[in-house]
């Protein structure tokens, strides 16, 4: 098993005024040859707008785009006719396939918002676009991980076109958890929204990733109350 651990302080970062930005991979003005992506995952951005701030319209093609608010609430607008909120506590999923435009906007003029911003790329190209969104409010159950997306959907899940699958999991101090890997070869990539985790002598904590290939089965530990997004993607 081969994990590596890429500290929160070395991520990549900018600061737009409206919009403070931390990147886990080369996006935008930041570019580190040694983190292009994991595996098909291509971005993970942790980005933080100020009330009224927002991307105005552009293009998308050929990429799983997930968001996930953390804080607050995000306003989307999409060429397909979609217009919508997406709040803390739901998950929103754009296949951009042959190709889509969007607007995506801070939903209040007063409040921050905090959301990670996930690019995956497609298992087949210029698909038909395709868009989709749920709720997790009250569906959550702690100490449990729960998969929100997945190849083949359901409820409560999101349906992706790409042999990956993200989990989400709010665990308690001192608690013990079992990740099995779903497609042999794919590796996951653990993403510390808050607390810590650990796996024999490798310890994660807030913001953090650790990234893992070469396990089907994965033990770790949460020494505090965690919150952890778990992505697990083929290698290519």
Do not use: C
């Not at 939903?107 to 905090?114: E, G, H, I, P, R």
């Not at 698909?127 to 159950?141: A, C, D, F, H, W």
């Not at 790409?162 to 070869?185: C, H, M, V």
Request: proline share 4%; glycine share 10%; net charge negative.
């Amino acid at each position: 098993m081969n994990i590596n651990i890429h500290k929160s302080n070395k991520r990549g970062q900018a600061d737009y005024g409206w919009l403070k930005a931390r990147y886990s991979f080369s996006f935008a003005n930041y570019y580190d040859p040694s983190r292009e992506r994991f595996g098909v995952l291509r971005v993970l951005n942790d980005d933080t707008i100020d009330g009224g701030g927002g991307f105005d319209t552009h293009p998308h093609n050929n990429m799983e785009i997930i968001t996930i608010p953390l804080k607050g609430s995000l306003e989307h607008r999409d060429s397909l006719g979609h217009t919508s909120v997406i709040r803390e506590g739901e998950v929103q999923y754009m296949s951009a396939g042959s190709g889509v435009t969007h607007s995506e906007y801070n939903a209040s003029v007063k409040d921050s918002l905090n959301l990670l911003q996930i690019w995956i790329f497609p298992k087949t190209k210029n698909t038909s676009p395709v868009y989709n969104q749920i709720n997790l409010e009250g569906k959550r159950e702690q100490n449990k991980i729960q998969t929100i997306v997945s190849p083949a959907g359901g409820e409560n899940i999101i349906g992706i076109g790409q042999d990956a699958w993200l989990s989400l999991l709010s665990a308690g101090e001192g608690k013990e958890f079992t990740y099995r890997i779903n497609k042999p070869g794919n590796g996951v990539f653990l993403f510390i929204i808050e607390g810590e985790i650990k796996t024999g002598n490798h310890l994660a904590s807030r913001r953090d990733s650790m990234e893992i290939w070469g396990t089907e089965v994965l033990s770790f530990n949460t020494p505090v109350k965690s919150e952890i997004l778990i992505i697990e993607v083929p290698e290519n």
